[in-house]
Structure formats: C-alpha cells, structure tokens
C-alpha cells in the first residue's frame, strides 16, 4: 500500500522544529520566527491544552509556515489535528491501532519507531518515512548506519537528543531526509519572546548540508 510520502516535505529543510507551545499567541509568533530563519515545517507538539489552537492559528495567520502535529499518541488525535490545520502527523512510537488509524490519513505521516522490527513492520504497511525516537538513546547515528544495509528503501527523520554538536553525523546519512531538533527554539527563548534569537538558531539550521538532498 502506498501512503502519501512526507519527503517532499521534508525537502524544504535539514531541520524539522519539534515545539511545545506555551500560549497560541507564542506559538503563532514562533511560527513567524522560524519561517523568517529558513525552517517552514513546523512540527507542534500536542502536549499543551493549547496545542491544537495553535496550529490552527499558525495555519491561518503565518501562510509560509507548513505546521504539522507532533506527539500523536492516540486515533482520536488524528482527526482533531488534521481539522486543526495539521499538514503532517508524528507520533513518538506507534502500537498497531495507532498505526492502522495513522495508515488512513490523508495527510503525510511519520509514525515513530525505535527498532529495527518496527521499522519492518511499518514499512511493510506503507509508510516511507520514519521518525527514530528517541534517537541517540536508541542507537543514534550507528543504528542509522545499521538499518541501511538490510531495510535500503526507508528514510527516516530522527528526533531525540540531536543538537548542534551532533546534527552534521545524522545529515550525512543518506538514509535521513531531515532531523527533529529542539534546540532551534529554545523553551527560555520562546518564554521570554526572545523571537531574534530563534532567527539566528533557525537560521544557522537551515544551511545545514545533508547527504540524502545533495546540493
């Protein structure tokens, strides 16, 4: 079965922001600040009350942002963050009713796996790319390098634990087509409406050089 393929997505930049946002205004004004560094794709965490809100606010007010949900835990969170305005779906892992439900999205999704069973078993129900969560505590970059001799047609997107000191490891795997980080859009930064510094973050991430979209 063929499900709707992220990767065009993920073609528009190295980094995917994954936020947690603390008011709808915030999140609307670090959409703004994200978009203006270079990074489009916005992935909203739904592990605040005010979650979905933003991402209908961002989908509405910052038409360059390309807002996706994250921490999809559930199959009633699905519909709730596609009618939200959601452009694509994340989940941290994904248990078979999870994975059945995500499977008839219409929007591109990247179900969250941690070994290498998973990855076979989501692959085989369709889904092109993963998310490898929590990605340094599961085996980072050598798992990467591991997957890629016997699973060659998956792409992943891994997030857990990437930041500035390791980012360059990841992106020169031509098995990953992006990284989710939070380290773009610090937690103080966003507190303390700090919107230059996420620029500059944003910015910096956005010229970042990755093997799987050679220059």
């Known amino acids: 079965m063929s499900l709707p ?12 922001p994954v936020v947690t946002v603390p008011s709808v205004a915030a999140g609307v004004k670090l959409a703004r600040a994200l978009v203006e560094g270079g990074l489009p794709l916005i992935e909203v965490t739904l592990r605040t009350p005010v979650a979905l809100e ?91 390098k591991s997957l890629a001799g016997p699973l060659p047609d998956l792409r992943f997107c891994p997030t857990g634990g990437i930041g500035p000191s390791n980012v360059g490891s990841y992106l020169a795997q031509p098995n990953i087509l992006a990284v989710g980080g939070s380290w773009v859009a610090p937690n103080e930064a966003v507190i303390m409406g700090d919107w230059e510094q996420i620029v500059a973050l944003a910015k910096a991430a956005s010229k970042l050089h990755r093997a799987a979209f050679p220059m």
């Open 5 to 16: 393929d992220p990767s065009y997505l993920l073609a528009r930049a190295p980094v995917v």
């Open 54 to 144: 933003a991402i209908a606010a961002i989908a509405a007010e910052v038409p360059d942002a390309i807002v996706g949900a994250g921490t999809v835990t559930r199959p009633e969170l699905i519909q709730k963050s596609i009618d939200a305005g959601a452009r694509f779906l994340v989940s941290p892992g994904c248990p078979p009713a999870l994975a059945e439900a995500l499977a008839e999205a219409p929007v591109p999704v990247m179900p969250g796996v941690a070994t290498a069973t998973e990855a076979m078993a989501l692959h085989a129900m369709g889904f092109p790319v993963l998310k490898l969560f929590p990605a340094e505590a599961v085996g980072g970059v050598n798992l990467i």
